[in-house]
């Protein structure tokens, strides 16, 4: 096998359903979703087959830039935690629109779920479960300020389906509600639409 990737083959992917570590020395698998690769034996939660790529061993994964997974250590290293906090990061704001709870992030990140939860913490200051919240809000407030969309359309395509809780935490985290913080919005924009016409 060359070090370039590859699918897996029927074998090689049964190797990995199966977690069977008698394949651990003839290859590595890396997941192009998160950018780690793994032993055949990970404990990890199983990727989807397309987006699994084969390498003859740990040195070919990593110079096509994937990073050691946390769990199953196959370099024998950690993967250095700013790193895997990053990725962590990056997780969250691609799936910030789905169902996610600290256990799937922590599922598709490749660690437990109680270290990634005091790693990120420790990182960032806040806890994964914060940085969600954070991300939806943002993400709430840009769609606030660039469509008509109505309040619970913009909950739903932020991952918040619940509109109470949507405009409980918005509050929380702006101090405004979100009518209130879309009128201010538009209330800033004709401010700035008038200034403009002034200087004409």
């Not at 169902?99 to 939860?117: E, Y």
């Amino acid at each position: 096998m060359s070090q370039a990737s590859q699918m897996p083959t029927d074998e090689q992917w049964q190797a990995i359903k199966n977690n069977d570590a008698s394949y651990n020395a003839k290859f590595m698998y890396a997941i192009k979703t998160t950018g780690i690769f793994c032993k055949p034996s990970c404990k990890s939660r199983l990727p989807n087959r397309e987006n699994v790529r084969i390498f003859q061993d740990a040195d070919g994964a990593q110079a096509a830039q994937f990073r050691p997974c946390k769990r199953c250590k196959p370099t024998g290293e950690r993967l250095p935690d700013q790193e895997w906090v990053e990725l962590i990061s990056r997780f969250i704001e691609k799936h910030y629109s789905e169902p996610i709870r600290l256990r799937d992030i922590a599922d598709a990140c490749h660690g437990s779920a109680f270290h990634l939860q005091r790693t990120f913490k420790r990182i960032k200051g806040i806890t994964p479960t914060e940085y969600v919240q954070r991300t939806r809000i943002a993400k709430a407030q840009q769609l606030m300020n660039g469509t008509n969309r109505s309040i619970a359309e913009i909950g739903v395509a932020v991952g918040m389906p619940n509109t109470a809780y949507f405009i409980t935490l918005f509050k929380k985290m702006t101090g405004s509600t979100p009518s209130d913080y879309r009128q201010r919005g538009r209330a800033g924009m004709t401010n700035v639409d008038a200034e403009g016409s002034d200087c004409q």
